[in-house]
C-alpha cells in the first residue's frame, strides 16, 4: 500500500487541552492524522505541549488530571471517549523517557507477567509470550533479573516490551533515548525499526535531537510555543524549507541539514595548574556491588569538564561523592586545598553546587521566586539585596513571568533553567550538573551552555556529566571516561575522539563533525 493509500488510524480535530481552563490553553485547536505503518515525527520547543498531547492521544488527558479540552480525537473512526475506560490505553501504548516511571515489579519475568495479567491473559499462555517478547528485543537472558540492576539501554528495552506486550494499532515513543549512551541510542532505534516492520506499527515519535531516526520518519509535524500545529508534512520540506522559523522557535535542526556543524572548543594553554577539587583513591560500593574503584581526579580552578561513560558506568556516582551526598568506602577528597570532611555543610554549599539531573528533587517552595530566593534568605541577606538579585536571575533565565507559578507547574525547559538558577546567588567555586541539557530543546541547551561558559568565565571550575558529545566537543577544556568502575582517559576532548577502540568499549560516539568527515572520507575512498 503505497503512503497515499493509507487508512487514517488516529484523527484530531479542533482540538484544544488545558489543566484548568481553555482561556489561554497549552494545546490550541490541533487538526492532524496519524496514518497506519507510518513514522511521525512531533518537535517542538520545550513547554509546547508535546508529552501532554500523547496523553491526549491515548485517552489519559484530560480525565487523570481532571484537566479540561475541547473538539474530538478519534480512533479507527470513533471518538476517544466513547471506548470503555482502558481500551484505548491498550491500543495506543507509550513508552516514556524514563523507563523506571513505567516499572511496577521487581523482576523482569514478573514485570511482563503484570502486563499480560491487566489484559486478561490465560496463565498457561504467559511464559510462551514472556519469552518470546524478550527474544524479540534480545533479552533472552535477563528473565529473572531484578530491573534495578539493569542498565538504562536494557530498562528501556523491557519498558517496550511491557508496552508491545498489549499488541497496539499505535506506539507513542516520548525522547525514549534521552537517558541513554551514545551506543544504546542507535540499537533502541535499529530495535524499533525491526519491530515497525514485523508488527506493522504506526509510531508517533516525540524527539527533541531526531538526527538518528530520521531514515524512519515519514512525516514530521511542528507544535510551536503557542501549542498550535505550526507545520505538518514531508521531512525534506519541513527541515530544510522551513528551517529558520523552527530556529525562531529553539527548535533543534537536525545537524545534516544545517551548513555547518558547531567547531570544536579552540585549545587554550593556560598556566592556571591551582587544582580546585581532586579525588586520590577513592571507591564505592553499593548493596556489596562494586560501582568505582580506585578513582584519582584533580580538577584545575576555572576549568569546564565533562564526565561521559556508557550507562550504569557511575558518572552520577562520582558527582555525589564529589558534592558529599554520598561518601567513600575508601580514598581522600580535597576541596579548596581543605579536605571535603572537614567543611562545614552551610559553608560547603555556598562554595559548591549541585544540580540535580531532575529538577523537581531540589525544589522546595511554594513559587518560583521564592525558590531562588531561599538560600539568600537563609544566609541572612537583607530583603533588599534579597530582591534585587532574585530577579536579576529571574531576568537572565527567562523565568520573570513565571516568577509566582509553583516550581512543579513549569515546563521541562522552565524547570532546569530555575534549578541552575538557584545555585547562582553567589558565584560558587565548584559547579556540579548532572545532565544540565537533558530534555531540553535547541535554545534552552544553548542558553544554558552560554550560561555554563560565562559562569566559568567570573573563575568557577565547572564539572557535567552528559551523554551529548557534541557539547563535549564545543565547550569543554577537558574530558573524563569511566568504564569497568575506573577512569580509562583524562585529557582534551580531541585526544579522546583518537581513541577508537576506548569509544567503542565505553559506548560513546564521535562528535557529529567528525562522523560527517569519516563518512564523506568512505564515500570518496569507495568511489575511486
Known amino acids: 500500500m503505497t503512503k497515499m493509500q493509507r487508512n487514517s488510524l488516529l484523527s484530531v480535530h479542533d482540538y484544544s487541552f488545558d489543566f484548568e481552563t481553555l482561556n489561554d490553553p497549552l494545546l490550541n485547536n ?11 515525527l512531533l518537535i517542538g520547543p520545550s513547554g509546547s505541549g508535546k508529552s501532554s498531547l500523547s496523553l491526549c492521544l491515548n485517552g489519559l488527558y484530560p480525565d487523570a488530571v481532571e484537566g479540561v479540552a475541547s473538539g474530538e480525537i478519534r480512533f479507527q473512526d470513533q471518538p476517544v471517549h466513547d471506548f470503555e475506560k482502558g481500551q484505548v490505553n491498550q491500543q495506543i501504548g507509550i513508552v516514556f523517557q524514563d523507563p523506571d516511571s513505567q516499572f511496577c515489579m521487581i523482576t523482569v519475568e514478573d514485570e511482563l507477567a503484570f502486563t499480560l495479567e491487566n489484559i486478561q491473559t ?46 497496539p494499532d499505535v506506539l507513542i515513543l516520548d525522547e525514549p533515548t534521552a537517558n541513554l549512551d551514545p551506543m544504546s541510542q542507535l540499537e533502541f532505534i535499529q530495535l524499533i525499526e525491526r519491530l515497525q516492520s514485523a508488527m506493522d506499527l504506526t509510531i508517533l515519535l516525540i524527539e527533541h535531537q531526531a538526527d538518528d531516526w530520521l531514515y524512519l520518519i515519514d512525516r514530521v509535524l511542528v507544535l510551536s510555543r503557542q501549542g498550535e500545529l505550526m507545520e505538518d508534512g514531508e521531512v525534506e520540506s519541513i527541515l530544510q524549507t522551513k528551517q529558520q522559523q523552527l530556529i525562531d522557535h529553539g527548535i533543534f535542526i537536525p545537524k545534516q541539514y544545517l551548513d555547518s556543524p558547531p567547531n570544536p572548543k579552540p585549545t587554550i594553554h593556560t598556566n592556571n595548574t591551582e587544582p580546585c577539587f581532586t579525588m586520590e583513591s577513592i571507591s564505592f560500593s553499593r548493596k556489596n556491588k562494586q560501582i568505582l574503584k580506585n ?33 567513600p568506602e575508601a580514598g581522600t577528597m580535597t576541596f579548596l586545598n581543605k579536605p571535603l570532611a572537614k567543611w562545614k555543610e552551610q559553608s560547603l554549599r555556598q562554595h559548591m553546587g549541585f544540580v540535580f539531573q531532575n529538577p523537581e528533587h531540589q525544589f522546595i517552595t511554594d513559587t518560583t521566586y521564592d525558590e531562588i530566593a531561599f538560600s539568600m534568605t537563609l544566609n541572612g541577606y537583607d530583603a533588599e539585596t534579597i530582591d534585587t538579585r532574585t530577579r536579576e536571575l529571574l531576568n537572565h533565565f527567562h523565568l520573570i513571568n513565571e516568577k509566582s507559578q509553583n516550581p512543579f507547574a513549569l515546563s521541562g525547559g522552565q524547570k532546569r533553567r530555575l534549578s541552575v538558577a538557584t545555585m547562582l546567588d553567589e558565584t560558587p567555586d565548584l559547579l556540579l550538573f548532572d545532565e544540565p541539557t537533558f530534555g531540553q530543546d535547541a535554545q534552552t541547551t544553548h542558553e544554558l551552555m552560554e550560561i555554563m561558559t560565562e559562569i566559568q568565565q567570573q573563575g568557577t571550575t565547572i564539572v557535567f556529566v552528559t551523554h551529548d558529545m557534541d557539547l563535549v566537543d564545543q565547550y569543554c577544556d577537558t574530558v573524563y571516561v569511566l568504564n569497568e568502575q575506573s577512569i580509562q582517559f583524562h585529557g582534551r576532548p580531541a585526544k579522546l575522539w583518537e581513541h577508537d577502540e576506548l569509544l567503542d568499549q565505553a559506548r560513546l560516539r564521535k562528535p557529529f563533525r567528525l562522523e560527517m568527515r569519516e563518512k564523506v572520507g568512505v564515500a570518496h575512498d569507495l568511489s575511486h
Open 122 to 167: 490465560p496463565r498457561e499462555e504467559m511464559e510462551a509470550r514472556i519469552d518470546e517478547m524478550l527474544n524479540t528485543i534480545g533479552m533472552d537472558d535477563y528473565k529473572y533479573e531484578a530491573i534495578h540492576t539493569l542498565s538504562g539501554g536494557q530498562k528501556q528495552k523491557i519498558a517496550l516490551a511491557s508496552v508491545l506486550l498489549l499488541e
Open 295 to 327: 578513582i584519582n581526579l584533580t580538577l584545575k580552578k576555572g576549568e569546564m569538564t565533562a564526565i561521559v561513560g556508557e550507562n550504569g558506568a557511575g558518572k552520577s556516582t562520582l558527582l555525589q561523592l564529589m558534592a558529599r551526598l554520598l561518601q
Open 30 to 40: 490541533l487538526n492532524f492524522t496519524l496514518y497506519e505503518g507510518e513514522t511521525t
